[in-house]
């Protein structure tokens, strides 16, 4: 699976922000798929996944409530609505694809896909 991140920029703090996933390659819906962000000088972070069909979303607590996950799986993408931003969201977001499911704590090297990141950053 081929994984296109985009839709990242500059916003203010209390503003929003919509990311977007391509996928390509093998059959998407077969796919897990899931949003990390890594900030400077962090490690790498869950930040929410939804499963194959989309009939279930997991979110970390720090965005839970602001940012929503969902898919498409006839376009074959995957998107994330982030409101309310905040300083402390900045970073660089990067969509993910598993055959397993995704969650809080899943560890990093057993995500089978990534894609490129892009930057997102909330000035105060």
């Known amino acids: 699976v081929q994984l296109q991140a985009s839709g990242g920029g500059l916003v203010q703090a209390g503003g929003s922000l919509r990311l977007s996933c391509a996928a390509s390659g093998r059959t998407f819906s077969r796919y897990n798929m899931a949003w990390f962000r890594q900030a400077p000088e962090k490690e790498r972070e869950f930040v929410a996944a939804?499963?194959?069909?989309?009939?279930?979303?997991y979110y970390a607590g720090s965005v839970k409530g602001r940012f929503t996950i969902s898919r498409d799986n006839v376009e074959n993408t995957v998107t994330l609505q982030m409101n309310s931003l905040k300083p402390e969201d900045t970073a660089v977001y990067y969509c993910?694809?598993?055959?397993?499911?995704?969650?809080?704590?899943?560890?990093?090297?057993?995500?089978?896909?990534w894609g490129q990141g892009t930057q997102v950053t909330v000035s105060s």
């Open positions: 939804v499963t194959w069909s989309g009939g279930t979303t």
């Open positions: 993910a694809a598993d055959a397993d499911p995704v969650y809080a704590g899943v560890p990093l090297r057993r995500i089978e896909y």
